[in-house]
């Protein structure tokens, strides 16, 4: 009974979703296709559209999934075949000969009994199924999209089909409606015929160039849900829980906070082909880690082997991570230096650079790093701001892959080999910079050229100090003539974010040049070449102490914030 109840549910939310306004960018091709052709084209392009759609999510999926194809493949085959066919119509040679063929394909049967045109039309609905795939609303992504991962059992199948079903059903009644609407002009067919070749192309060329996601994405946020999502009355029934619960999810201990916003308005993208944008309507039935970092963060760079390793685990489990590079620092917004920390950190899973603000923003975010965990129906669920609690994050990574209807795997979880924090660090970071310089003995720092003098000879426990001429700006301060800095520190790693490419700084531990022992991994025999605008090791201890450090910096040389660890 439960079967059939979800398959009646799948069969209107197919219907429904074929009348939805995600399908904008479908109708300009199908409305002029179905009035150009046979009275039988109607159906053939909502049989193809159905058909493709199906195959797209109850089997190809399979195959992408196993051979680890990229899961754009669907997209990009759209993409070519939306493009073969414009061109082709766009030409009436080229149209008459692909009209010729697609009629020696058609059952003749179908023929004699006036279905001209249906054949194409589901050449061309197949076409349109794989663009059509994204449209899928709450419920196919709490049932339909579970294919993908598990086996291909006689439920899933009935589900699936009633979905398609319903599609094919709602398309067929909009084309319908279209064609009388347009049949006024057949007596133009062939120019129109031209028209819809020039759509076709203009749409693969927009659809390449990433715009069809934006375009989903304001429709979803900018018009009512009611009219975004049709169906939505019947996933939040009791009837579609009972039915659908288990798909869900419910009752997995995690709290639901809604849909979470859309990733845009970033800028240049790291690991996607292309480069091009990803969004979260293009990842719904997969699990999604929204990884908020900036590269020269220290707390940042010790959670980034936890995330690499979760995405290495779950990947192909449904696992999509997503790293927000947010920058707080004015060099980090530099695409040159992103690309170099994402290569020396050995990350592979796409990056985008979040410039201004415009993620961080819409999560509300305020820390690096902060991790929020999407399910497969885009909502929030889970959120972890700082360090630690690895473990948790985990568990909740798994319980939403299996909420989704994905297989972990049995076993154990990640294997991850990072630094983690002294429990015995007392002093805190602290900026060079005047907009945010704490901690410092000749506290108020203030903009501006100042000659500090000679460090003092004692300074403050987790106190710092500026010694000789520095420029000092709001974020960081540049040496001048005779910098130095000392910090009396309680901690066991000491870091320093630098700039300045090809300068030096001395090192001093307790009076004494730094022996390599003690030293960070930046420092070797006493000294640091500064070769770029990023986090330095400074001082790595066998073991958390309390020790005074001094640095002597070559003009030039910026600095940002101490940190430790």
Partial sequence: MDVLLAAFFA????????VSPCVLPVLPLALPSAATGGRRRPAGIAVGLAGSFAFATLALAYVIDALGLPDTLLRDIAVVALLGFGIALAIPPLAARLEAWLSRVTPQRAARRGGEGFGSGVALGASLGLLYVPCAGPILAAVLTVQASQPLTGQRLVVGLAYALGTAAGVFA?????????????????????????????VALFTLSGADGRLRTAIASDL????????????????????????????SGLPDGGAAPEIAGTQRWFNTPGGRPLTLASLRGRVVLVDFWTYTCINCLRTLPYVKAWDARYRADGLSVIGIHTPEFPFERDAGNVA??????????PVAQDNRLTVWNAFENQYWPAKYLIDARGHLRYVHFGEGDYGATERAIRRLLREAGRSTRAGTGARVRAIAPDAAVTTRETYLGAERATGWVQDPI??????????????PQDGFAYGGIWKVAGSSAEAVRGAAAGVHFGARRVYLVLGGAHRDVRVLLDGRPIPNADAGADVHGGRLRVTGQRLYGLVDLPRAGRHRLELRLAPGIRGYAFTFG
């Fill in 11 to 18: 069969l209107l939310a197919g219907a429904g979703t074929a």
């Fill in 340 to 349: 170099q920390a994402i290569r020396q950190d050995g990350i592979r899973y």
């Fill in 174 to 202: 909009v084309l319908t409606a279209g064609r009388k609407v347009l049949g006024r002009l057949r007596a133009n067919t062939g120019r129109l015929q031209q028209a819809l070749g020039g759509v076709m192309v203009l």
């Fill in 224 to 251: 009512p849900g009611w009219l975004v999502s049709p169906t939505s009355g019947l996933e939040s029934s009791s009837a579609a829980a009972h039915a659908l619960g288990t798909r869900r999810g419910t009752g």
């Fill in 446 to 459: 203030r903009p501006g050229g100042r000659d500090f003098g000679a460090l003092p000879a004692a300074i």
